[in-house]
């Protein structure tokens, strides 16, 4: 019986070994497959495009699906791995692939060292492409993140590290890759930085320009200087921990200035439409998680929003210089503006500056964050106002008031006791718009900026929002695609340029949530909103934006320059709208000093809106605005029409304290509520925000 059991054990065990040893075979079997299908596979590679390194075409195409332009740059200029200094390759290793000189195009160790940092840290805080792959990413694929995209890039990756050497790869990626500020490869890189050829560059400059390749626009020496520094003593401290420089080198270098041009050489290769071609990489990027380098590399099919008449007709407005007022000799007032349709969302048109600007450099119709003004009153305290019952025909008090110290004034001093919310709107009275936002309660005019989309923080709390006085402040594309909800129906979609991304394979990479839209009040209240703010156009401070038999609504604004007695001001808005486009214009100096301030009233960006709008508009259908409920006769004329500088907020620096308010008389018809605001309750004066 022994024996039987000692048998029937044996056999099992010999089954066991048999069956181990067909699975070894078999995994040797597939594996030896693997590899030859691997070889064959990559065998089948073609990289003879890496002898000449041309990045793929984007294209980006307008609203009506045609192509706008093509987003291709000329071929970048060689140089040979002789002129690249032995400290820029190291530099360039040090930060985007250690490991370099080490692996045969994929690096293992990378990949394993990358997975733990990103599990340990619960998120993608690490990579682990090669320079090698990086290279067949930016000259072959597009950049769409697949793993049939990352399959395909090892694959050229292994070509690529069997067919050139270690010295031809690294001379192939630089001479190839974008440094930003239209800088295509290592040798326009350092002469747009430095004004140098590449065999001069020095340790310090070659370790930024190392550590651009991450995100170059970003990381541009001279638009972020900051954050170019910080960036480039990383890439040195790294060089250091690889023993590439020595302590007291690595010492010496972090406290040695940037070293670059002291202005950027003006590019002759100005890329079509350059503001609208840098909020389409801004949203791909913010918005859809590409990359710069992706979108300018990454041969992608880019359908906008964008209209090309009205862009076209945007820049030749913006290239007058006598629409504008005269500035300083050592500074050039500025501008931004946008054009958007509110019926979809759609950016049609986008300005960024005046004169002579770069390529991807400070676009102030998106990047802008100055204090709004008056622009404020529709949206932070007379639409809540309709949606509480108050009518344009209900009565507010203009006279002095105190609220916990915070005194709000109207320019000139001037006070005309009993008027409309109509009236109080068209000529911009500061008091009756403050005094009404305390009556309703500062969290009304706080969750009513929330609703149009504007961006508010605790600080914003004051009876300053009233009159625009806002901490950080907002850009015309945000105050556009606010004044957007009056002209649809109160409806709120938000701004975008781009509809769909797709790669060149064919699939959509991104797409516009078009169900995104926001209901944000009630048509009716859209409509009245709308008709008074016609008013302001036909008969108050925004006259100067009317658009002949165009019906158009809009809203002025400026913010005062402290120390000037009232006369200056520090920017100057206008905000208006026909029933198919949406207009937002700002003017300012970039840098407000006492030497450096606005001495024109707000019909300065009126007159620019107008030229704006007319142009844009030629030959577009004359439309009409839906039928208002809200005003039943024409308000009584007080003969007291103001300047249109009293949009600006005229207060200097009120307390924070709970307001003690010398409640002005109610109008007894009208239906708004009486609640007692509960905020800190007072107004602030605007802070700018320097750009």
């Known amino acids: ?225 900051e954050e170019a520094k910080a960036r480039r003593n990383v890439v040195l401290k790294l060089m250091k921990d690889q023993g590439k420089i020595d302590q007291s080198t690595y010492e010496a270098s972090v406290k040695e200035p940037l070293h670059i041009q002291s202005s950027k050489p003006s590019s002759s290769d100005a890329i079509k439409y350059p503001y609208f071609i840098d909020q389409v990489i801004r949203e791909a990027s913010e918005k859809y998680g590409l990359t710069e380098n992706e979108v300018l590399h990454g041969g992608f099919r880019i359908y906008t929003t964008l209209d090309r008449k009205m862009q076209e007709a945007a820049e030749q407005v913006y290239s007058e210089d006598s629409l504008f007022p005269s500035s300083s000799s050592d500074q050039l007032i500025q501008s931004g503006a946008v054009l958007v349709d509110p019926r979809d969302g759609g950016i049609r048109a986008l300005i960024g500056g005046r004169g002579e600007q770069p390529f991807r450099g400070f676009n102030r119709a998106v990047q802008l964050k100055r204090q709004p003004g008056s622009t404020m009153k529709p949206i932070s305290v007379y639409t809540p106002a309709l949606e509480r019952g108050y009518t344009p025909d209900s009565t507010l008090m203009d006279e002095p008031v105190n609220f916990g110290g915070y005194q709000p004034k109207n320019a000139g001093g001037s006070y005309h006791r009993e008027v409309s919310i109509y009236e109080a709107l068209i000529h911009s009275y500061n008091v009756p718009a403050v005094s009404l936002l305390n009556e309703m309660g500062i969290d009304a005019g706080m969750e009513a900026a929330k609703r149009f989309g504007i961006e508010l923080t605790d600080s914003d709390r004051t009876l300053g929002l009233a009159l625009g006085g806002l901490q950080e402040g907002v850009s015309p594309l945000a105050m556009a695609e606010a004044f957007g909800v009056f002209a649809n129906d109160g409806t709120r979609i938000p701004a975008h340029a781009i509809t769909r991304i797709e790669p060149a394979e064919g699939e959509t990479t991104a797409q516009f949530d ?178």
């Open 1 to 225: 019986m022994r024996s039987e059991m000692h048998y029937q054990k044996a056999k099992k065990r010999g089954l066991w070994k048999k069956l181990v040893l067909l699975v070894m075979l078999a995994c040797v079997f597939f594996a030896v497959v693997g590899v030859i299908a691997f070889k064959f596979m990559v065998e089948r590679q073609d990289v003879s495009l890496l002898e000449e390194p041309l990045p793929a075409a984007t294209i980006i195409y307008d609203q009506n699906n045609e192509e706008a332009l093509r987003i291709s740059p000329k071929k970048a200029e060689a140089v040979s791995y002789d002129s690249l200094p032995e400290q820029l390759i190291e530099a360039v290793v040090a930060v985007e692939d250690k490991r370099f000189f080490e692996h045969k195009g994929t690096d293992l160790q990378g990949i394993a060292r990358a997975m733990m940092t990103n599990l340990t840290n619960g998120k993608t805080v690490q990579g682990a492409s090669t320079i090698t792959q990086q290279l067949a990413k930016n000259v072959f694929l597009s950049q769409e993140r697949t793993w049939t995209r990352k399959w395909k890039e090892l694959l050229l990756a292994e070509k690529i590290e069997k067919n050139y050497d270690k010295q031809q790869i690294i001379t192939f990626y630089l001479n190839q890759i974008y440094f930003g500020e239209g800088a295509w490869g290592i040798k326009k890189a350092s002469e747009v930085y430095f004004g140098i050829p590449v065999n001069e560059l020095s340790l310090t400059q070659s370790a930024l320009l190392a550590g651009m390749i991450k995100a170059p626009s970003a990381l541009s020496p001279y638009s972020h200087p």
């Open 514 to 691: 078009s169900n995104g839209s926001v209901k944000v009040t009630e048509p009716a209240v859209a409509r009245t909103m709308t008709a008074m703010l016609e008013g302001v156009v036909k008969e108050g401070t925004g006259d100067a934006a009317a658009l002949g038999d165009r019906q158009v609504a809009g809203k002025t604004g400026t913010t005062e320059m402290p120390g000037t007695g009232g006369q200056g001001m520090k920017d100057n808005w206008f905000v208006g709208y026909t029933p198919q486009l949406v207009g937002a214009v700002w003017l300012g100096y970039d840098h407000t000093d006492a030497s450096h301030y606005l001495t024109t009233t707000s019909k300065a960006a009126a007159a620019v809106f107008q030229k704006l709008m007319s142009e844009a508009l030629e030959g577009e259908p004359v439309m009409a605005f839906a039928k208002a409920p809200g005003i039943s006769k024409k308000p009584k004329d007080t003969g007291k029409k103001q300047e249109e500088k009293e949009d600006k907020p005229k207060h200097d620096k009120p307390g924070r304290e709970k307001p003690k308010h010398d409640k002005p008389e109610k109008d007894k018809t009208k239906k708004g509520p009486s609640d007692e605001h509960k905020g800190k309750g007072k107004g602030r004066e605007g802070k700018n925000d320097e750009d």
